[in-house]
């Protein structure tokens, strides 16, 4: 789970990841960084996010969230997407045309 309105009400770009042991859930809270030579989305509502598998040209699949769109404090839009590789948890930015990522309250789906 990524971003969105805290208890508090604040805006953030927290990263939340979920396991599941049998009928036990697990959760660790990943913060955004303070280094900012490390990339990192911006915290965002309305957006969406999804699991993706990326197979390798070895053939090889690897788990990454796909964070896109969402709305700023003044509700505009935010026109960017985020892939998150879940193994070295590290975030990269997709160039994709805004036709496709300038939206808030959307929602996205992947299928396996």
């Given at each position: 789970?990524?971003?969105?309105?805290?208890?508090?009400?604040?805006?953030?770009?927290?990263?939340?990841?979920?396991?599941?042991?049998?009928?036990?859930?697990?959760?660790?809270?990943?913060?955004?960084?303070?280094?900012?030579?490390?990339?990192?989305?911006?915290?965002?509502?309305?957006?969406?996010?999804?699991?993706?598998?990326?197979?390798?040209?070895?053939g090889q699949e690897s788990h990454h969230?796909?964070?896109?769109?969402?709305?700023?404090?003044?509700?505009?839009?935010?026109?960017?997407?985020?892939?998150?590789?879940?193994?070295?948890?590290?975030?990269?930015?997709?160039?994709?045309?805004?036709?496709?990522?300038?939206?808030?309250?959307?929602?996205?789906?992947?299928?396996?």
């Amino acid at each position: 789970m990524f971003g969105g309105i805290d208890i508090g009400m604040r805006r953030t770009n927290d990263l939340h990841i979920f396991t599941i042991d049998n009928t036990i859930i697990h959760f660790e809270k990943v913060v955004a960084p303070s280094d900012l030579m490390l990339e990192w989305p911006r915290w965002r509502i309305a957006h969406s996010s999804t699991v993706i598998n990326i197979v390798t040209s070895h053939g090889q699949e690897s788990h990454h969230i796909l964070v896109i769109g969402g709305g700023d404090n003044d509700l505009e839009t935010i026109s960017d997407c985020w892939i998150l590789d879940l193994k070295h948890m590290l975030w990269s930015e997709v160039d994709l045309p805004e036709s496709v990522t300038k939206r808030f309250d959307h929602s996205v789906s992947s299928f396996v």
